[in-house]
Antibody, heavy 121, light 110 residues
Framework: EVQLVESGGGLVQPGRSLKLSCAAS????????MAWVRQAPKKGLEWVAT????????YYPDSVKGRFTISRDNAKSSLYLQMNSLKSEDTATYYC??????????????WGQGVMVTVSS | DIVLTQSPVLAVSLGQRATISCRAS??????????MHWYQQKPGQQPKLLIY???NLASGIPARFSGSGSGTDFTLTIDPVQADDIAAYYC?????????FGAGTKLELK
């Protein structure tokens, strides 16, 4: 059974940093592109970051580019999201997701249960 | 960015057919490949993949769910609707980056 378990969320002040982790099991982690998707309270879904199987390629939307960094450790089957210079609009539940890749990032196969990040003074 | 437009709410009766639409601001199809996908999200839960590439049923998803469409207009159909299907439904395009989601359609009981 595929499992994705996020951790590291919490309350953080604007301008500070936070690092999220995602522990994967039940599939060959190193064979999959991975991603983070977030959902602000009572809002829709927003893609945040994608990383290739080896970690050599990363992709971000403009809303987080330069502030967020996605990384992975295939030996530990773990995915990370380093979030710097946090803003109130980054407040959301962050989901770790496996990403089907068919020549380009495609659809999100499996999702973790999510971790809440609240940016507030 | 490609904008995906969904109706906010759809009210249906149990046992009836639900048709949820998603319209893209530009085509999300390449040749015969339709890069539109559908997810279900129940309250307090993570999203779950239902349909990929417009019409392919994801693993473990009941056959009462189906998807269709091409170009800019896509539809998710649930027939018949069961009580367990009450949830929000999101479309997502992977035609170009950034991959974007619709705002979601909340399926409610009439």
């Amino acid at each position: 059974e595929v499992q994705l378990v996020e951790s590291g969320g919490g309350l953080v002040q604007p301008g500070r940093s936070l690092k999220l982790s995602c522990a994967a099991s039940g599939f060959t982690f190193s064979n999959y592109y991975m991603a983070w998707v977030r959902q602000a309270p009572k809002k829709g879904l927003e893609w945040v970051a994608t990383i290739s199987t080896s970690g050599s390629r990363t992709y971000y939307p403009d809303s987080v580019k330069g502030r967020f960094t996605i990384s992975r450790d295939n030996a530990k089957s773990s995915l990370y999201l380093q979030m710097n210079s946090l803003k109130s609009e980054d407040t959301a539940t962050y989901y770790c997701a496996s990403l089907n890749y068919g020549g380009s990032p495609d659809y999100f196969d499996y999702w973790g249960q999510g971790v809440m990040v609240t940016v507030s003074s | 960015d490609i904008v995906l437009t969904q109706s906010p709410v759809l009210a249906v009766s149990l046992g009836q057919r639900a048709t949820i639409s998603c319209r893209a601001s530009q085509s999300v199809s390449i040749s015969s490949i339709n890069l539109m996908h559908w997810y279900q999200q129940k309250p307090g839960q993570q999203p779950k993949l239902l349909i990929y590439r417009a019409s392919n049923l994801a693993s473990g998803i009941p056959a009462r769910f189906s998807g269709s469409g091409s170009g800019t207009d896509f539809t998710l159909t649930i027939d018949p609707v069961q009580a367990d299907d009450i949830a929000a439904y999101y479309c997502q395009q992977s035609r170009e980056s950034p991959n974007t989601f619709g705002a979601g359609t909340k399926l409610e009981l009439k």
